[in-house]
T-cell receptor, first 114, second 115 residues
């Protein structure tokens, strides 16, 4: 069975400092991994995805993530936080065998202090 | 155009009402999804349509009835809902269901309140 764990339910950073949101997964198959962001009362927006090509994935708004198979991790980073980054972030894993079902992490709330 | 639209944005209904949520995409995607999201929780999958046929029903109560009239449209018919059904209902689409590399594009959601 597949699962995904977001290691921090809340992360607080100061504007201009680096962001690290952690995600670990477990699976028996090669996964596709996604990070989505959700601002209050909005839908989910794709930040980036890993699909077995380059292990370092660059996304929108300066975010990137590195797939580390040996650590079963897919942590999301950004060098310098902006106030507009304050939102909920979801790590998601899917498999070709799952007929469209994705497994969502519980989410990480990012707070950015001025 | 990577937009999924949902109407209405907000809906308040009584437990005896019948209402419908609507979702539309014009990206040529052949998979469409309904999710339910409670506050401070991740989305929970309800239904998946693949090529206009229902392929996944996650044991959703029959008071929720999905319909896919064509490849661009997805409806969710609501009847005799309970207050605990109050949530944000999200629609998503992807090129195909069952392909793990496929990106799901989400709509903005309908905020449903059941009184």
């Amino acid at each position: 069975a597949q699962s995904v764990t977001q290691l921090d339910s809340h992360v607080s950073v100061s504007e201009g400092t680096p962001v690290l949101l952690r995600c670990n997964y477990s699976s028996s198959y090669s996964p596709s991994l996604f990070w989505y962001v959700q601002h209050p009362n909005k839908g989910l927006q794709l930040l980036l995805k890993y699909t077995s090509a380059a292990t370092l994935v660059k996304g929108i708004n300066g975010f990137e993530a590195e797939f580390k198979k040996s650590e079963t991790s897919f942590h999301l980073t950004k060098p310098s936080a902006h106030m507009s980054d304050a939102a909920e972030y979801f790590c998601v894993v899917t498999f070709n065998t799952n007929a469209g079902k994705s497994t969502f992490g519980d989410g990480t709330t990012l707070t950015v202090k001025p | 155009d990577t937009e999924v639209t949902q109407t209405p944005k907000h809906l308040v209904m009584g437990m005896t009402n019948k209402k419908s949520l609507k979702c539309e995409q014009h990206m040529g995607h052949r998979a469409m999804y309904w999710y339910k999201q409670k506050a401070k929780k991740p989305p929970e999958l309800m239904f998946v349509y693949s090529y206009e046929k229902l392929s996944i029903n996650e044991s959703v109560p029959s008071r929720f009835s999905p319909e896919c009239p064509n490849s661009s449209l997805l409806n969710l018919h609501l009847h005799a809902l309970q207050p605990e059904d109050s949530a944000l209902y999200l629609c998503a689409s992807s090129q195909k269901a069952g392909w793990g590399t496929d990106t799901q594009y989400f709509g903005p959601g309908t905020r449903l309140t059941v009184l």
